[in-house]
Structure formats: structure tokens, C-alpha cells
């Protein structure tokens, strides 16, 4: 469904602990970015990538980091897993950044740190 | 930057009327608003968009109207029907660093049978 693939779908994780999440797209797009959902505050972006090894901040970038070592693939790390980073995290694609056809997403992650 | 607002954060509407949902935004060059539906625990997608040089845009039940000189654009939905109920998101792209969607809040959407 849309080329997009999130792995895992579901993941418990202890505190103090990295994470690893991954997206996988078979579009050829350019530009990926990932996201967490919590309740009452939509979508928050965290990081995001423009091509290959090209990777900027979103407004929620503290304790994440990506890497984008290939177009296909753009990973999610939580250094030291915390209990505020339990989520919902949404990976999307999008050929033109916003303008053009807008994003496609994910079907998400859902993370709980215990 | 780009700053995008959106309102009512609920909405409560009787099967068979309209709902309209309203976003403000403050960049005056941005220039692509879509509209994204998300269903419990599903992932949101992309219902319809408009461009600025367009002031409205109809897809069946549900169009876009935007207005530039106020700067603010709205989803109306006729005919609500219960698979309408979801969370609705608006954006706005932003000509910042490497065009971004920057989104309101959301805005849930209940139908009363």
C-alpha cells in the first residue's frame, strides 16, 4: 500500500534502552520524514531528510537521531529510550517536499518505553 | 516561519449536515494546502488540497475554499455520514528550508447517528 513500509508495527522497550526504527519506501522519493503522535498534540516533526546523508532537525529533535544511507531507507534511533518517548511514530514520503502531492504515510509505530 | 492554526479542536455534527473546519495561516507565500483524514488508530491521509491559485475545490462531498488575503482556507464536508468521523489535519507548506508541510492541530470530528 503507497510503497511505505514502517518496521515494527509495535514495540515495548525499557528505559535507558536504543531503539531502532525503520522506514522503507519503494517510491524514489526524495524527501522522508518522521514524526510522533501523542494525544492533543497532532504531529510534531522530528527529523527529516532531503536525499541520501541529508538530514535536518524537526521541532521535537531532542534524544533522536537519523541516518539516511541510501534512498529507500531512513532510520529512527532513540539513543537511551525515556518514558516520554513512548508514541505513536509516523514515517512519510513526499516526491516534492510539501508542495506538489503532499505526503504519503505510514501505517506508524507504536512505541511503549517501560 | 510558518505558523498554522486550527479550529474547532472537536466538532460534533447530526448525520446528514455540513461540518466546516477552519485554518489560519501566516505565511503569505505559502502557496499548497492539503487536507489529511486519520481514522482511529490508521494512519492519516491525503482527502484533498488546493494550490493558491485556486479559490476553491470540490471532491464529491467534501471541497476546499481558500481566501490569500485573509489567509485562511476551510474543509466543508455535506452530507456527514458516520465514516466521516476522524481526525482531520490541515497544512500549509512553508518555502523554508526544503519545503515543508507545517500542520495545525487537528480536529476531531464526531457524527451523531
Known amino acids: 500500500d503507497a510503497g511505505i513500509t514502517q518496521s515494527p508495527r509495535h514495540k515495548v522497550t525499557e528505559t535507558g534502552t536504543p531503539v531502532t526504527l525503520r522506514c522503507h519506501q519503494t517510491e524514489n522519493h526524495r524527501y522522508m520524514y518522521w514524526y510522533r503522535q501523542d494525544p492533543g498534540h497532532g504531529l510534531r516533526l522530528i527529523h527529516y531528510?532531503?536525499?541520501?546523508?541529508?538530514?535536518d532537525k524537526g521541532e521535537v529533535s531532542d534524544g533522536y537521531s537519523v541516518s539516511r544511507s541510501k534512498t529507500e531507507d531512513f532510520l529512527l534511533t532513540l539513543e537511551s529510550a525515556t518514558s516520554s518517548q513512548t508514541s505513536v511514530y509516523f514515517c512519510a514520503i513526499s516526491e516534492l517536499g510539501g508542495t506538489g502531492n503532499g505526503y504519503t504515510f505510514g501505517s506508524g509505530t507504536r512505541l511503549t518505553v517501560v | 516561519g510558518e505558523n498554522v492554526e486550527q479550529h474547532p479542536s472537536t466538532l460534533s455534527v447530526q448525520e446528514g449536515d455540513s461540518a466546516v473546519i477552519k485554518c489560519t495561516y501566516s505565511d503569505s507565500a505559502s502557496n499548497y494546502f492539503p487536507w489529511y483524514k486519520q481514522e482511529l488508530g490508521k494512519r492519516p491521509q491525503l482527502i484533498i488540497d488546493i494550490r493558491s491559485n485556486v479559490g476553491e475545490k470540490k471532491d464529491q462531498r467534501i471541497a476546499v475554499t481558500l481566501n490569500k488575503t485573509a489567509k485562511h482556507f476551510s474543509l466543508h464536508i455535506t452530507e456527514t455520514q458516520p465514516e466521516d468521523s476522524a481526525v482531520y489535519f490541515c497544512?500549509?507548506?512553508?518555502?523554508?528550508?526544503?519545503?515543508?508541510?507545517?500542520w495545525g492541530a487537528g480536529t476531531k470530528l464526531i457524527i451523531k447517528p
Open positions: 531528510s532531503y536525499g541520501v546523508k541529508d538530514t
Open positions: 497544512a500549509a507548506e512553508t518555502l523554508g528550508s526544503n519545503y515543508q508541510l507545517i
